[in-house]
């Protein structure tokens, strides 16, 4: 094992050098890699150890986004639809941990994953054409993906990198942080070949790959994880609804809920040594089309041209 976490990392020293780079979000710039858009350091190497190494189980659940489409939200419901029964609504794990400490992030746990009991939950933001065929063909491993209106992913990432920025650094203008997401240049992105990756393979194998929308999941909540829990092969019982289970775990997930807990208002995460992100920060207004209200009509305009011109036969809108 070493030795091929050794070639891996012989591999990418040979290949960064050579990558196309881009303007970074933070500090660091961004590189391309088979087509998207990764930051250096944590993100190609993940992505080029779980290409090499990582091990799928049949069992596993990945919970698979674009940054900032509702990642935090997905993850609290998705742990508290699947742990329903281990844990009460009034010491629930959630009510202490911000969602992102409750299961790990696949890329940037390398060596720990072997040993997480199955059924193992997991989040990624590799875009799903990037996956190995080890975790997408003839897998039984089920995906639920997120995604959301491109002007509030945009608007929402600009206002949480500039959170992210260290003060020495001037903010991004909201006329930079525009141009670098649409020419595609954003962690993980081009965002439309993202979501489409996705849908594409939601469509071939509706079995394996649950598709939601951000927006959706705030018209309907309760429907949405009831679907959830079907498709995860958990499906609330008539029992559960009539005492209105998933209405507790709309509640507990709710953004009004998660964003007023102690844990998420004082606490930090640790995403990496070098980056601390307040949880306050992940709960910023959690509303649908809140983008509009920063965007100029032309920005608007143009945003919405290459939704339709990228979506275009697909069978998905926004
Ligand atoms: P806004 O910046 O538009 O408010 P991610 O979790 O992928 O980083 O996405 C962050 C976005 O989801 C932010 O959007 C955040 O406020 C919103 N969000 C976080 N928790 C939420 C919740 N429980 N319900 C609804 N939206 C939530």
New binding site residues.
Partial sequence: DSHLVQKTNERYREILPNLPRGKGWMTEHLVQYQGVWLTPNAALKGLMWVQGHFKPRSTDIFLA????????????LTFATINRTRYGFADHPLLTTV?HGCLPFLEACPNDLDGFPSPRLLSTHIPYTLLPNSMTVNQSCRFVY?CRDPK?VL??KW??MNKLRPKELAPISLEEAFELFCQGISHYGPYWDHVLGYWKASLETPEQVLFLK?EE??GEPSVVVKRLGEFLGHPFSLEEESKGVVEEIVKL???E???NLGVNKSSVLKLSTQIIVDNRH??????VG??KSYLTDEMIKRINEITSEKLLGSGLVF
């Fill in positions: 986004s674009f940054p900032k489409t509702g990642t935090t939200w997905l993850k609290a969602p997120i509030d608007v929402s206002l949480f951000y999941l705030k997930c709710s953004f809920n998660l964003s992940f709960f910023r207004k959690g509303k809140d983008g």
